[in-house]
Structure formats: structure tokens, C-alpha cells
């Protein structure tokens, strides 16, 4: 499956007075945890969350390992060198990843080296190898070759040429090796196998052959059923003395020569592979976290989720939120984790600015089928500033004045600042005295400005406020609403010790 470098894509939109929902998905998504996760497009063309296909690993074991996604074609392990290609990449048909390489008999095929070494380590290989790949023949014609490597072996008593041929014949794969195995005193030897049943033409299956250096055993396995088996031993037997494996001076592998057809992740191990790997999945579940999504302040509620899917048979996706005054992303197996069903609608327990989601999908039992989310709805009731005072009263004293207010009458609201200035509107607090604009009155109701300049109007506003998470962190903060209507009032020393 394609594999996208995705954004955050969030739309709001008004539902009614304080509801508002965020989309996640469609063309964006933004995550801050992938697991076993792929986006890749749905039947309806969007893109959407999968689990991801099985693609291999690179491992220390990998002597080479090809994807086909894309051009140019790249060796994983970085052992061999690119020489020539004139393959194309299909998108559409494919196994595993984002394509296949795809052959045409009338084209070249793609040649890869790795220049001063030969295939297997060392000059003399003693440990075990496999190779696999999966492929889809148009016709499977005679001659046609899915690879072969060839070289050079120094055997003591000078060079002897190396052939390790991949080759289709009266629609079967032959696999010959020769000049890798030498019998002690020999300057030629030739192993041989094949299958017994003929492929069909244009149906993906997967071909491995492995070798035992214990026992000098080799077999071949067509879909993870084993074709055949033989010994390069002195008796052809498990009994036998194995065979010393040279490794050769040249390390030239050419793919697809003469082929018309499709091979996707061809693979080269320096061990035997004992499971390998037919399923089209990587894993039966799958994880995607989104980051942190705003929802504006403290006081904000889940109303409920909703999620666009597709879920074949066999398959399952879970929803999970968390909802917070903390931007931190929640690790996968958080206890703070709560399940919610799409659609059933609920309230949160409580409000939270930051609002994590997680989704975990499930495949078949076979790993072969993955449901997909191509939009998870969020929906969530965002309060909004706490309304302000209906009512203002100031009354000047000498130095100072005295502002009264009405209580707001809202579960909302955490307390009142008290802004003023020297001129209407404008309250920057007074230029001559240490007060500072707003002044923080608390859940009182009056408060009492000192320090002010007799003979001088000043102009008072009164706004309540709720407290909020930090935008950027957990840290709490005052988000002040609207201002009450305005008041003014001049102190005078007349007034005497009035305050």
C-alpha cells in the first residue's frame, strides 16, 4: 500500500450556539503515532488509514533486499549498486508497498553489482542463505529468466566461471547452481531443482529457496509448501559430507532478463528462513494517535465521535479519546485512554482544551484483509467567554475609586478583571502610579483603585473570566470575556480620607 506524507486537516463548522466539529482525515491526516499504519487511498479514492502491508525488514541478516515503490530502484541493505534499469514501476498491480517492478521481454532487465566481492562473504561460505520473491507471469514462456549471478571462483588450482540461475521452463521455475558447490578434487558441479506443478499465468505466488549448511540441505517451497529437496552432499543425502561453497569474485545479479511479468520483494538472507512471511499484512492490528487537537479552552466538552470506515468481513476498528488541559501526546497503552462507539454520542465527565484521538484497527484471522477510516468526526460543545457584568458603579474618593458590580450568573465564570485608563476605551492602566491594567479582582464584586491622580478621569470596564490551558502546555491561564459597558470617575482630595 502507498505510503503519504500527510497534514493536519481540521474544518470547523458551526452546528448550533457553542457546538462545533473538527474532521479529521479526507486528504490530511496528522498523526503523532503510527503503528503498523499505512495511508493509502480507499475504493472511493480518499486517503485513509490502513494496516500496514508486509513488506520486509531490513535486518543484519539482508544481503539484498529490493521494493520495486519506486524509481530509481534502490537495494535496502545498500550492498549492491543500481547498474542499469529499464523496468518500470507498476502501481497498480502489486503485492506489497507502494508497486512492483514491472517487465516487458522486449525491454532490458535490471542489473545490480556489488563491485569487488562476491555474492556470499569470504572466499569459502560455511552458514546457511535464502532467497525468495514473489511474482506474476503473463505467460510464463520458456526462457524466461526471473534472475541469475554469475562470476568467478577461485577454487586453488585457478578461476572457474559460476552461474546461479532462476529460469522458467515448460511453465515451471528451475533453479540450477553451478561451480558454487565443488566436491573436493572437482573443477565443475551443477545442482539442480524444480517443482513439480506448473504456474498459472497472472496469479501472485511466492517462490523460496532455502539451504541448510549443517546438512547441506536445499529446498524449495512454492506458497510456504515445499516443492523438492536435494543434498549438496558427497552422497546427495542428509549422510553426506556437504560441499564447500565458494563464494566467487563478482557480484552481479541481473533481474528479470527476457521476463514479461511483475516480482515484488526479492530478497537475499544470509540465514534460513524458517516463517516465512505469505500473509498481505504486516500484523493483525494496527495504531494511529492524532496529536493533540485544540479545542479552545478548559471548559470545552466531548459531545460524541463519528467515524467514515470500511469494514470487511473479519475486521474491526476501535475508537478511543482523551481529553485534557495537558498538549502532551498519550502513549499507546495509557490507562487515560476511554473507548467510545462512533455515533452512540456521549457527554465527557469533564472539559479539557486538548483532545486526543486513537484508533486501533484489526484484520482477519490471515492477516490478509485490513478495515480502513477515511474520516473520524469529532464533535464537542466549545464554551464561549463567560458573559460580563450587567451592571457598573464607580464612586471617586480621594486618590482612589470605588467600583462596584452585579454577579454574573454563570457556572463559567472564575472571577472578574477590572480594566481601566486615562482615556475611554483605552485602558492601559494610569502612566504615574504602579497600577497595572487589568487588576485581577478574584470572584469579588467591588474593588477599590488607590494611588490615582486627583482631579483626573479615569475609565473603568469590567469583564469575567474563565481559566483555561495554556495553548502551548498544561499551565493554566485567565481567558477574560467582553467588556461591561463603560463607567468613569474623577477622585478629588475634597473628598477628604474617603476611599
Known amino acids: 500500500m502507498k505510503r503519504i506524507v500527510v497534514f493536519l486537516f481540521i474544518i470547523i463548522v458551526p452546528l448550533y450556539s457553542g457546538e462545533r466539529e473538527y474532521i479529521l482525515g479526507g486528504d490530511n491526516w496528522q498523526p503523532s503515532l503510527l503503528r503498523n499504519i499505512e495511508i493509502d487511498k480507499n475504493e472511493a479514492g480518499e486517503n485513509s488509514l490502513f494496516i500496514q502491508s508486509g513488506e520486509y525488514l531490513l535486518d543484519n541478516s539482508t544481503e539484498l533486499l529490493l521494493h520495486f515503490n519506486s524509481l530509481p530502484i534502490v537495494d535496502v541493505t545498500g550492498n549492491f ?32 553489482d556489488r563491485t569487488g566481492k562476491g555474492i556470499f562473504p569470504g572466499r569459502i561460505y560455511s552458514d546457511d542463505f535464502s532467497i525468495e520473491f ?27 566461471p559460476q552461474l546461479f540461475r532462476c529460469y522458467i521452463e515448460n511453465r515451471r521455475i528451475i533453479w540450477t547452481i553451478k561451480n558454487f558447490f565443488i566436491p573436493p578434487g572437482s573443477k565443475e558441479f551443477e545442482v539442480k531443482i524444480s517443482s513439480e506443478r506448473q504456474l498459472i499465468p ?19 517451497l512454492i506458497d510456504g509448501k515445499p516443492e523438492a529437496v536435494i543434498y549438496a552432499t ?40 524458517d516463517n516465512n512471511m505469505l500473509s498481505l499484512l504486516g500484523s493483525h492490528t494496527g495504531v494511529y494517535i492524532s496529536e493533540p487537537i485544540d479545542l479552545g479552552n478548559s471548559k470545552s466538552m466531548l459531545i460524541g465521535v463519528d467515524a467514515k470506515e470500511i469494514l470487511p468481513s473479519g475486521t474491526e476498528v476501535l475508537y478511543f479519546y482523551h481529553l485534557g488541559d495537558s498538549r502532551q501526546s498519550l502513549a499507546e497503552n495509557s490507562p487515560e485512554w476511554k473507548k467510545i462507539a462512533p455515533g452512540s454520542g456521549l457527554l465527557s465527565e469533564r472539559g479539557g482544551r486538548f483532545l ?9 484471522g490471515e492477516k490478509n484483509v485490513s478495515p480502513s477510516v477515511s474520516r473520524i468526526n469529532i464533535k464537542f460543545d466549545q464554551k464561549s467567554a463567560p458573559p460580563a457584568p450587567r451592571v457598573v458603579r464607580a464612586e471617586p474618593g480621594n486618590s482612589s475609586v470605588k467600583l462596584k458590580w452585579s454577579e454574573v450568573i454563570d457556572s463559567d465564570v472564575d ?83 474617603k476611599k
Not at 514501476?89 to 532487465?109: Q, V
Not at 474593588?447 to 486627583?454: G, K
Not at 498544561?474 to 468613569?488: A, H, L, T
Open 81 to 112: 549498486k543500481l547498474i542499469e534499469n529499464k523496468a518500470s514501476i507498476s502501481e497498480g498491480r502489486k503485492k506489497f508497498g507502494a508497486g512492483a517492478a514491472l517487465f516487458n521481454k522486449e525491454t532490458n532487465s535490471i542489473i545490480l
Open 134 to 160: 514473489w511474482v506474476y507471469g503473463q505467460n510464463y514462456s520458456d526462457g524466461e529468466t526471473i534472475f541469475f549471478m554469475d562470476g568467478y571462483a577461485d577454487i586453488g588450482n585457478g578461476f572457474i
Open 202 to 220: 497472472r496469479v501472485w505466488t511466492h517462490h523460496l529457496l532455502r539451504y541448510n549448511s549443517s546438512n547441506g540441505l536445499m529446498e524449495y
Open 234 to 273: 558427497t552422497s546427495a543425502r542428509e549422510t553426506g559430507q556437504v560441499y564447500p561453497l565458494y563464494s566467487g569474485s563478482r557480484g552481479r545479479i541481473v533481474i528479470g532478463n527476457y521476463f514479461t511479468g511483475l516480482l515484488d520483494e526479492f530478497r537475499f538472507k544470509l540465514e534460513w528462513i
Open 356 to 364: 486526543c484521538i486513537k484508533a486501533v484497527l484489526y484484520s482477519d
Open 415 to 497: 472571577g472578574y478583571y477590572v480594566y481601566f485608563g486615562e482615556r475611554p476605551g483605552r485602558y492601559f492602566g494610569s502612566e504615574k502610579n504602579s497600577n497595572t491594567s487589568p487588576i485581577d479582582a478574584g470572584k469579588n464584586n467591588e474593588l477599590v483603585i488607590r494611588n490615582l491622580e486627583n482631579g483626573k478621569v479615569y475609565y473603568f470596564a469590567v469583564a469575567s473570566y474563565s481559566k483555561s490551558a495554556s495553548r502551548y502546555g498544561g499551565s493554566i491561564v485567565k481567558e477574560g470575556g467582553d467588556y461591561s459597558v463603560e463607567v468613569n470617575a474623577r477622585p478629588l482630595d475634597t473628598y477628604g480620607d
